[in-house]
């Protein structure tokens, strides 16, 4: 019914701070069966949504995991990362199956209206492993801001730059 639509629009925009109007074209435009309304929530919104999902039939809250990485900006060309499309590069290509999550299980029993009867976890979600490295974050962003100024002293494009600890081999910083 329209009039429970517009309203379970409505809440779900205050929410999620959308505006209902953005909202509702999103949903009327896409072609999809599946609509994406909002990606990244914080907890306080995700723990609200979850708190409620029965009022709001037609939704569904789908967890993904984001690996965030501290000075991503200066270690993305080692540690890689993971677009969109599924493609990894550096370290989260090698190392990904160490550093994969275990997403969890469950079973949701749903009526012919997609109307959820029960829900039974199967198994609970687990972190991934965590990867250690020799890099020294100061470092790395000395080395970054010297060699980008040699480069630009010397008219060149490109450069490279490797630190290692004498001792045991392991890189300190790596540009």
Same mark, same amino acid.
């Given at each position: 019914?329209?009039?429970?639509?517009?309203?379970?629009?409505?809440?779900?925009?205050?929410?999620?701070?959308?505006?209902? !109007?953005?909202?509702?074209?999103?949903?009327? #435009?896409?072609?999809? $069966?599946?609509?994406?309304?909002?990606?990244?929530?914080?907890?306080?919104?995700?723990?609200?949504?979850?708190?409620?999902?029965?009022?709001?039939?037609?939704?569904?809250?789908?967890?993904?995991?984001?690996?965030?990485?501290?000075?991503?900006?200066?270690?993305?060309?080692?540690?890689?990362?993971?677009?969109? &499309?599924?493609?990894? &590069?550096?370290? /989260?290509?090698?190392?990904?199956?160490?550093?994969? /999550?275990?997403?969890?299980?469950?079973?949701?029993?749903?009526?012919? #209206?997609?109307?959820?009867?029960?829900?039974?976890?199967?198994?609970? $979600? @687990? $972190?991934?492993?965590?990867?250690?490295?020799?890099?020294?974050?100061?470092?790395?962003?000395?080395?970054? &801001?010297?060699? @980008?100024?040699?480069?630009? @002293?010397?008219?060149?494009?490109?450069? !490279?730059?490797?630190?290692?600890?004498?001792? &045991?081999?392991?890189?300190? !910083?790596?540009?």
């Amino acid at each position: 019914n329209e009039e429970k639509r517009k309203q379970i629009l409505r809440e779900i925009s205050a929410v999620i701070e959308k505006d209902i !109007a953005i909202l509702e074209q999103e949903i009327n #435009q896409s072609h999809d $069966p599946h609509v994406l309304i909002s990606e990244n929530l914080d907890y306080e919104k995700l723990i609200i949504l979850e708190a409620r999902k029965k009022e709001f039939s037609g939704f569904e809250i789908i967890n993904n995991v984001v690996r965030e990485y501290k000075d991503g900006e200066v270690f993305s060309h080692i540690i890689g990362y993971e677009r969109k &499309t599924g493609e990894k &590069t550096g370290l /989260e290509d090698s190392y990904n199956q160490f550093l994969k /999550e275990n997403l969890g299980k469950i079973d949701i029993e749903r009526d012919a #209206q997609g109307n959820i009867i029960s829900e039974k976890i199967i198994s609970q $979600p @687990e $972190p991934g492993n965590s990867l250690k490295l020799w890099l020294d974050s100061q470092l790395q962003e000395k080395v970054r &801001t010297e060699l @980008e100024a040699i480069i630009k @002293e010397v008219g060149s494009e490109k450069g !490279a730059a490797v630190v290692l600890d004498a001792k &045991t081999g392991g890189v300190l !910083a790596m540009v």
